[in-house]
């Protein structure tokens, strides 16, 4: 075994150096706590955390050279194994190249861990090369922000120790980043002589021993959900769930809502759109005056879950009278038009648990309405709609919806892909991944990457063109896969989401839209990546087929830019204007 390198029962005694020790003793502590997939960028002044990372048996590296992309990477495999995941950066403007993944995690929920390497003191603001000011860089979207000093036998190795279980405790209460900088001075590298720290590590004699995490903090009883069951007895509830990590929880959800004769609309990121009592086109159906207004007939909305895709949603409560309850664990306000009258910072599970009775039967002609006015919609307009098979956007959603494989990830773009998916998807029933907490256009690539690698399964990416470009640098990702991964891009050209917006005619091109004339062929060679671009529907679900069976597949969509909204606004016109 090499010196200092921690692999065995006993904590090691003997380092060439003390930066090394501090970084062993940080690194071992994360594993302790069940954290074992480290990204990493490299860079010199980092290198002790890199080293400890890489030469510890339980530790999983993923390694890419670009800051931004490896924080979506990681924000992706933290999505799919609802783990946190370690960052080591270097220091400078690497840790600036954070910022973008740090923001997404803090809205998203995310429990990435930041450790970024920095100058000690005396180096910053000084012309020393490569020195920024990195103290508390990301400002409030951490939970948990310490400055860790240059290390110092002055300092006893307990510190170190407790401040992480400190900063791991606040995340497992408030899932979001965190984040360690950590001031290492010169030497960075092994050398030929050791050092024996025995003395300095005695005051962790029973941790250097075990496999435990120094700190243990014991978790208060889970508080049961507030005496609400009398408050439903009767009631009309609207069941809305939004984002969900768990599966099961969300099968709960459907079966509770079955159970008592409650519409369900669930959101495509819940990944309960394939249920069989979902109202799966409601967005579009609320359009209609007569399914809205049946809706607002509801008492009480109860949503699961955080964020909404759907705008028409997320108006309809803005305007619903009766009150509105929210099931979600956690502190992180999920209120955007202040409405919410309850929350129960619970899980499903628990909250179901508590009404595991059965409800008094509301008025189940309610729910027979709005379903019948909802198959009413589905046949009468959305069925025809789609089976012209125009290659359109719409449409390929719709085809892409009956051809997933069984259970396997997708994960779907910001802008158009996702409301187009949140439209019109009704069958998929598997894991779906998205940025939506700052629902920016940077990193998709990246975070798919992520998901993927830690799923070890076939993934599909359904992304916008203009997202695409934006990461073209995390296709070098790609290789570290070992499963299928197919790319559809939908290439309308540049910013088609700004054809649903009120942007003035003549500036929408050159300052929102910014058309690109690009297509993708090229890129896909110099990334050996399987190139498909179809001309047809039915030729678009032959060559997603053969891209199961491949390693790497991109499917490049090319479509108008104008036209999904034209289809939008027939199919709104029609919704509107129909009388059930």
């Known amino acids: 075994m090499s010196e200092g390198s921690v692999n065995s029962a006993t904590f090691p005694q003997t380092f060439p150096n003390i930066n090394l020790l501090w970084a062993a003793l940080f690194i071992e502590e994360l594993v302790r706590n069940d954290i074992h997939d480290f990204c990493i960028a490299p860079g010199s002044r980092s290198t002790p955390l890199t080293l400890a990372a ?105 510190y170190l120790l407790t401040t992480i279980n400190q900063g791991l405790v606040k995340q497992r209460n408030t899932p979001a980043p965190i984040h360690f900088n950590l001031a290492f001075s010169e030497p960075f590298y092994p050398q030929h002589t050791s050092v024996n720290y025995r003395k300095y590590l005695s005051p962790l004699k029973k941790w250097s021993t075990s496999k435990q995490a120094f700190t243990c903090y014991l978790r208060p009883q889970m508080a049961e959900a507030a005496s609400s069951h009398l408050q439903l007895s009767g009631k009309k509830a609207l069941i809305i769930v939004g984002r969900l990590e768990d599966s099961n929880q969300a099968q709960l959800i459907a079966e509770f809502a079955k159970k008592n004769h409650y519409p369900l609309l669930a959101d495509i990121q819940s990944s309960l759109t394939g249920v069989e009592n979902n109202l799966f086109y409601y967005d579009i159906a609320l359009l209609n005056k007569r399914f809205q207004e049946q809706l607002a007939d509801a008492d009480i909305i109860i949503q699961f879950g955080d964020k909404l895709i759907s705008k028409r949603l997320t108006l309809f409560i803005r305007q619903f009278d009766g009150e509105y309850w929210l099931v979600q664990k956690g502190d992180q306000c999920i209120d955007p038009d202040h409405q919410l009258t309850k929350r129960f910072a619970n899980d499903a599970s628990q909250w179901i648990a508590a ?226």
């Not at 740090?102 to 998203?108: G, L, P, R």
């Open 54 to 158: 890489a030469t510890h048996k339980q530790v999983n590296t993923h390694v890419h050279f670009d800051e931004r992309g490896l924080g979506f990477f990681a924000l992706g495999l933290s999505l799919s194994s609802h783990k946190p995941v370690v960052i080591i950066t270097t220091s400078g403007t690497a840790v600036a190249n954070l910022y973008p993944a740090v923001i997404e995690a803090k809205h998203s929920g995310i429990p990435l861990i930041i450790l970024s390497a920095d100058r000690p003191p005396e180096l910053i603001n000084c012309g020393a090369n490569q020195a920024i000011d990195q103290h508390a860089i990301f400002t409030h979207y951490p939970v948990f922000f310490r400055q860790i000093p240059s290390p110092t036998l002055e300092i006893k190795p307990n």
């Open 355 to 580: 009404h595991s009775k059965t409800l008094p039967v509301t008025d189940e002609n309610w729910l027979v309405m709005l379903t019948q006015q909802h198959q009413q919609i589905s046949q009468q307009i959305i069925k025809p709609f789609l089976a012209n098979e125009m290659l359109c956007e719409i449409n390929i959603v719709a085809a892409l919806d009956k051809l997933l494989p069984d259970n396997k990830p997708l994960f779907i773009g910001n802008s158009m892909p996702i409301r187009i998916a949140d439209m019109f998807m009704k069958k998929n029933r598997g894991p779906v991944f998205s940025n939506r907490g700052a629902s920016g256009i940077d990193g998709l690539l990246a975070t798919a990457v992520g998901v993927a690698k830690n799923a070890q399964q076939v993934t599909t990416l359904l992304i916008g063109d203009t997202s695409f470009l934006y990461d073209l640098n995390s296709l070098t990702l790609l290789k570290q896969l070992n499963h299928p991964f197919i790319i559809i891009v939908i290439n309308n050209d540049g910013g088609a989401i700004f054809n649903l917006l009120p942007v003035p005619a003549q500036q929408k091109q050159q300052f929102y839209q910014l058309p690109h004339g690009l297509t993708f062929a090229d890129t896909c060679k110099q990334f050996s990546i399987n190139y498909y671009q179809p001309s047809r529907v039915d030729e678009f679900k032959s060559n997603y087929q053969k891209a199961l069976k491949n390693e790497i597949s991109l499917i490049e969509v090319c479509v108008k830019n104008d036209q999904t909204s034209e289809q939008l606004e027939y199919i709104k016109e029609q919704i509107k204007n129909a009388t059930f």
